[in-house]
């Protein structure tokens, strides 16, 4: 055993991994919310090596397919390579017909799930993604839609003008059954500021403790300049959300 794992709040977890008893949801729950990556890891891996017999280190995959509603945005985020203006030649959007059509073509090859992400779009209205969710679920009632990203979320609710909550319970009664990842690191106010006060005391650390090379200068540059960024970014899309 690790010695880590021998003061760890989640030892009583590990135990029960290791006695091969099936985790509650409230353990579940415990170690999504731990902070503690090295236990949680301890127990992945104690997991892994306990399986039963004729698993061994076989891993499962799905098929999916990737489809893009639309790549026109309102946000103009100097990183993005993907999205478009509506002047832009290169720009698409479809229809839910397209999109359903693409998704039976899709399940004729074997998928398993749909992933389905856009850019924040202009126009189109709430209800164009609840019905895209409903004929999506009216294909396969075993077909998982996985769609949109968090900031997707956080639009569509403002087009809806409700909550994020109440949004996300209408997109899971049309059919939505998860999220995608990625889209609320820097757009989410309180992560952001949470995010730029860790940054500040490593900034104060390297300053403190670290300025003896020109090495740790170059790092502290460059600490600033993609904080520069990042606030770049933040501004941009706070006047975006307000026009």
């Known amino acids: 055993m690790h010695f880590f794992v021998q003061r760890t709040e989640l030892r009583d977890l590990y135990d029960k991994v290791a006695a091969g008893e099936r985790i509650s949801e409230a353990d579940a729950l415990r170690l999504f919310e731990s902070k503690d990556l090295n236990t949680v890891g301890a127990i992945a891996d104690l997991a892994r090596k306990t399986r039963p017999a004729g698993i061994g280190n076989r891993a499962s995959y799905i098929i999916n397919r990737y489809v893009n ?17 509506k002047r832009d030649a290169d720009g698409f959007q479809f229809t839910v017909e397209e999109i359903v059509q693409k998704a039976r073509e899709a ?25 895209m969710l409903q004929a999506l679920r009216g294909l396969d009632s075993r077909l998982q839609l996985k769609c949109f990203t968090a900031i997707e979320i956080l639009h569509l609710a403002w087009l809806a003008k409700k909550s994020v909550p109440e949004t996300l319970r209408e997109l899971k009664a049309a059919g939505l059954d998860s999220l995608t990842g990625g889209g609320a690191e820097i757009f989410r106010k309180d992560v952001r500021s949470a995010g730029l006060g860790v940054a500040a005391v490593a900034a104060v650390k390297v300053v403190l403790y670290d300025l003896s090379t020109l090495e740790a200068l170059y790092r502290v540059a460059v600490f600033f300049a993609l904080a520069l960024i990042a606030l770049a970014v933040a501004y941009a899309y706070n006047r975006r959300a307000k026009a």
């Open 69 to 85: 509603y639309s790549n026109y945005c309102i946000l103009s985020c100097q990183f993005c390579a993907f999205a478009r203006k």
């Open 107 to 131: 399940l004729h090859l074997g998928i398993t799930e749909l992933h389905i992400v856009g850019g924040l779009h202009p126009s189109l209205p709430f209800n164009y993604y609840t019905e």
